[in-house]
């Protein structure tokens, strides 16, 4: 992936939105979409989409957008913490 590529609503973020494929979800609302990693690199690892903004990475999202992401990755990390009790 590069920093220059363009969207595409091909993209396997896009299609989970879309319910196209399977996600376990640990949060939704209007915004924002949180669902566990399929390849976890450790307990609770999870990922935070966009779901109103078609862009590449977070240097694309707009700052709305990705005020809404870091809101919900704050909500969803400390629900994460206080149900694994993870070390540091």
Request: charged share 25%; hydrophobic share 40%.
């Given at each position: 992936?590069?920093?220059?590529?363009?969207?595409s609503d091909q993209n396997i973020f896009a299609k989970i939105i879309r319910g196209e494929l399977p996600k376990v979800a640990v949060y939704e609302d209007a915004a924002t979409l949180?669902?566990?990693?399929?390849?976890?690199?450790?307990?609770?690892?999870?990922?935070?989409?966009?779901?109103?903004a078609q862009a590449v990475n977070l240097l694309?999202?707009?700052?709305?957008?990705?005020?809404?992401?870091?809101?919900?990755a704050q909500t969803v990390s400390q629900a994460i913490v206080q149900a694994l009790k993870p070390d540091g």
């Open positions: 992936m590069s920093l220059d590529e363009t969207y949180a669902f566990m990693d399929v390849f976890p690199q450790s307990e609770g690892h999870t990922l935070v989409i966009s779901k109103t694309d999202l707009p700052t709305e957008a990705l005020s809404d992401v870091m809101k919900t």
